[in-house]
């Protein structure tokens, strides 16, 4: 009986106690161990709730060590992020932060972001947005970035701003015939889009994005990098705003 309840204070003990006087299991015998292993068992069978802490506390270690190294990223490709010179660049372009996007036209939750991106950015109305072209979910989705990103080659930011649009609530199949009735419907220069979509320029600056996100380790859509802050994954515009509050509070 001495041993059961000696057993949880002993951990207690040798988790609060300098490294001089932690327990030493070195020292024990084996059977001294396989009984103090035991006992241990016991206790955490008998209170779970401390694995559930432990777990959590190391949870919130990794995710500092993981904000830590995405910071790192951030400030080591910033000139990519947010002045590579060939992305789309919306809101407000003299905005004190920078919102950047990479997204994939395919991507429900890039979709279900589109309305929340658009309310921060009119409810704040301090901040540029650069959108990424990053398609990863097949075909369809590098054959709609190759058409998005010809358009703007061709036609203007503007333009390109009407197809990103319009691509991100297309719902059928996506081909030349689909894409061309787009671009035909937004009165543009189908032709000239169509021929463009494979051209150097536009397989350029599809690989650049692609190793900047490899280089980011982004591996899914939507991700987002707000100020000095990586977002990996689906965030509401209140979600954001609340970084982007934190991001200038840290700057001024």
């Not at 432990?54 to 904000?67: G, R």
């Not at 398609?135 to 990103?164: C, M, W």
């Amino acid at each position: 009986m001495i041993l059961r309840h000696a057993a949880p204070a002993l951990l207690g003990l040798s988790l609060i106690s300098s490294p001089a006087a932690a327990l030493d299991l070195n020292s024990m015998s084996d059977a001294e161990k396989a009984a103090f292993g035991e006992q241990v068992r016991e206790y955490l069978l008998e209170n779970p709730s401390v694995i559930v802490e432990a777990i959590t506390i190391l949870e919130q270690q990794q995710a500092a060590v993981e904000a830590v190294a995405d910071k790192e990223l951030v400030a080591a490709n910033a000139d990519e992020l947010f002045n590579d010179g060939y992305s789309w660049v919306g809101g407000n372009p003299d905005g004190d932060i920078t919102l950047v996007e990479f997204m994939d036209y395919r991507c429900g939750y890039c979709r279900r972001a589109v309305p929340e991106v658009a309310s921060l950015l009119s409810e704040d109305g301090n901040i540029r947005l650069v959108i990424k072209e990053f398609p990863i979910l097949g075909e369809a989705s590098l054959l709609s970035s190759r058409f998005a990103v010809a358009t703007k080659n061709v036609a203007g930011d503007d333009a390109y701003k009407q197809v990103h649009d319009a691509l991100m609530e297309f719902g059928g199949d996506v081909s030349e015939v689909t894409l061309r009735r787009i671009s035909d419907g937004l009165g543009l220069d189908s032709d000239a889009i169509i021929a463009a979509m494979d051209s150097d320029e536009v397989n350029n600056e599809i690989a650049q994005t692609r190793a900047l996100a490899q280089r980011m380790k982004i591996s899914g859509t939507p991700s987002f990098v707000l100020g000095t802050e990586m977002l990996r994954g689906y965030l509401t515009a209140d979600q954001m705003q609340q970084i982007a509050d934190g991001v200038r509070a840290d700057q001024s």
